[in-house]
Protein backbone atom coordinates (compact mmCIF):
# COMPACT_ATOMS: atom_id res chain seq x y z
CA UNK A 1 0.00 0.00 0.00
CA UNK A 2 1.27 3.67 -1.13
CA UNK A 3 1.04 6.52 0.59
CA UNK A 4 0.81 9.80 -0.79
CA UNK A 5 0.57 13.28 0.12
CA UNK A 6 -2.57 15.25 0.24
CA UNK A 7 -1.84 17.14 -3.08
CA UNK A 8 -1.43 13.70 -4.86
CA UNK A 9 -4.72 12.03 -3.18
CA UNK A 10 -6.52 15.29 -4.56
CA UNK A 11 -5.21 15.22 -7.60
CA UNK A 12 -5.57 11.12 -8.36
CA UNK A 13 -9.63 11.84 -7.16
CA UNK A 14 -9.99 15.22 -8.98
CA UNK A 15 -10.80 17.17 -6.06
CA UNK A 16 -9.23 19.99 -4.81
CA UNK A 17 -6.80 19.74 -0.97
CA UNK A 18 -9.83 21.93 0.26
CA UNK A 19 -12.66 19.30 -0.65
CA UNK A 20 -10.16 16.26 0.91
CA UNK A 21 -9.95 18.42 4.31
CA UNK A 22 -13.61 18.70 4.14
CA UNK A 23 -14.24 15.72 3.93
CA UNK A 24 -12.53 14.87 6.70
CA UNK A 25 -13.67 17.46 8.82
CA UNK A 26 -17.67 15.86 8.49
CA UNK A 27 -15.88 12.63 9.14
CA UNK A 28 -16.13 11.10 5.42
CA UNK A 29 -13.34 10.65 4.67
CA UNK A 30 -10.92 8.88 7.94
CA UNK A 31 -8.53 11.30 9.60
CA UNK A 32 -4.80 10.34 7.87
CA UNK A 33 -1.41 9.25 9.39
CA UNK A 34 0.68 12.14 10.36
CA UNK A 35 4.37 12.20 9.41
CA UNK A 36 6.57 13.35 12.73
CA UNK A 37 6.62 16.67 10.83
CA UNK A 38 2.47 16.74 10.79
CA UNK A 39 2.07 16.09 7.04
CA UNK A 40 -1.29 13.86 6.22
CA UNK A 41 -0.62 10.58 4.34
CA UNK A 42 -3.01 8.78 2.84
CA UNK A 43 -3.63 5.63 1.35
CA UNK A 44 -5.05 3.82 -1.04
CA UNK A 45 -8.25 3.05 1.14
CA UNK A 46 -8.68 7.03 0.88
CA UNK A 47 -8.09 7.22 -3.05
CA UNK A 48 -11.18 4.89 -2.72
CA UNK A 49 -13.35 6.60 -0.44
CA UNK A 50 -13.22 9.57 -2.23
CA UNK A 51 -13.82 8.43 -5.75
CA UNK A 52 -17.03 6.65 -3.55
CA UNK A 53 -18.05 9.92 -2.64
CA UNK A 54 -17.76 11.91 -5.53
CA UNK A 55 -19.33 9.60 -7.79
CA UNK A 56 -22.20 8.94 -5.03
CA UNK A 57 -22.36 12.87 -5.19
CA UNK A 58 -22.74 13.00 -8.72
CA UNK A 59 -25.78 10.35 -8.35
CA UNK A 60 -27.11 13.30 -6.33
CA UNK A 61 -26.74 11.55 -3.15
CA UNK A 62 -26.38 14.68 0.00
CA UNK A 63 -23.03 14.39 2.33
CA UNK A 64 -24.99 13.27 5.17
CA UNK A 65 -26.57 10.23 2.75
CA UNK A 66 -23.09 9.74 1.53
CA UNK A 67 -21.93 9.43 5.33
CA UNK A 68 -24.74 6.59 5.77
CA UNK A 69 -23.79 4.98 2.91
CA UNK A 70 -20.27 5.04 4.04
CA UNK A 71 -21.50 3.75 7.39
CA UNK A 72 -23.33 0.32 5.67
CA UNK A 73 -20.44 -0.14 2.90
CA UNK A 74 -18.41 -0.88 6.40
CA UNK A 75 -20.84 -2.87 8.14
CA UNK A 76 -20.46 -6.54 7.67
CA UNK A 77 -24.14 -6.50 8.72
CA UNK A 78 -25.34 -4.68 5.83
CA UNK A 79 -27.53 -6.04 3.01
CA UNK A 80 -28.06 -5.06 -0.37
CA UNK A 81 -31.76 -4.44 0.58
CA UNK A 82 -30.72 -1.91 3.17
CA UNK A 83 -28.96 0.05 0.47
CA UNK A 84 -31.72 -0.74 -2.27
CA UNK A 85 -33.73 1.30 -0.02
CA UNK A 86 -31.91 4.57 0.09
CA UNK A 87 -31.57 4.00 -3.63
CA UNK A 88 -35.02 3.78 -3.72
CA UNK A 89 -35.64 6.85 -1.74
CA UNK A 90 -32.94 8.96 -3.66
CA UNK A 91 -35.27 8.23 -6.94
CA UNK A 92 -37.94 9.31 -5.29
CA UNK A 93 -36.68 12.68 -4.04
CA UNK A 94 -35.07 13.32 -8.01
CA UNK A 95 -38.44 12.82 -9.29
CA UNK A 96 -39.72 14.90 -6.85
CA UNK A 97 -37.24 17.81 -8.01
CA UNK A 98 -38.35 16.65 -11.85
CA UNK A 99 -41.89 17.24 -11.28
CA UNK A 100 -41.14 20.47 -9.50
CA UNK A 101 -38.52 21.50 -12.44
CA UNK A 102 -41.20 20.58 -15.36
CA UNK A 103 -43.24 23.44 -13.39
CA UNK A 104 -41.17 25.88 -13.07
CA UNK A 105 -40.31 25.49 -16.83
CA UNK A 106 -44.15 25.45 -17.62
CA UNK A 107 -44.57 28.83 -15.58
CA UNK A 108 -41.80 30.34 -17.26
CA UNK A 109 -42.59 28.76 -20.79
CA UNK A 110 -46.02 30.54 -20.31
CA UNK A 111 -44.54 33.85 -18.89
CA UNK A 112 -42.17 33.98 -21.94
CA UNK A 113 -45.36 33.49 -24.45
CA UNK A 114 -46.54 36.93 -23.00
CA UNK A 115 -43.31 38.94 -24.22
CA UNK A 116 -43.02 39.72 -27.76
CA UNK A 117 -39.22 40.76 -26.67
CA UNK A 118 -39.12 44.45 -28.51
CA UNK A 119 -37.96 45.84 -26.06
CA UNK A 120 -40.08 49.08 -25.70
CA UNK A 121 -39.56 49.30 -21.95
CA UNK A 122 -42.54 47.12 -20.50
CA UNK A 123 -41.89 43.52 -20.00
CA UNK A 124 -44.61 41.38 -19.23
CA UNK A 125 -42.50 39.14 -17.23
CA UNK A 126 -40.95 41.30 -15.28
CA UNK A 127 -44.71 42.95 -14.65
CA UNK A 128 -46.10 39.33 -13.95
CA UNK A 129 -42.88 38.72 -11.38
CA UNK A 130 -43.86 42.10 -9.77
CA UNK A 131 -47.48 41.20 -9.34
CA UNK A 132 -47.39 37.68 -8.76
CA UNK A 133 -48.86 37.58 -4.79
CA UNK A 134 -49.62 34.22 -3.57
CA UNK A 135 -48.83 32.53 -7.00
CA UNK A 136 -47.81 28.67 -6.59
CA UNK A 137 -44.14 29.42 -8.86
Do not use: W
Not at 105 to 125: F, K, N, S, V
Request: glycine letters at 8%; one cysteine or more.
Amino acid sequence: MSEMSIGELAKDTGVNVQTVRYYERRGLLAPPHRTRAGYRRYNDESVRQVRFIKRAQGLGFTLKEISELLTLRADPETTCTDVKTRAQAKIEDIDGKLRLLQAMRQALAELAETCDGRGDGYCPILKSLDDCEGCDI
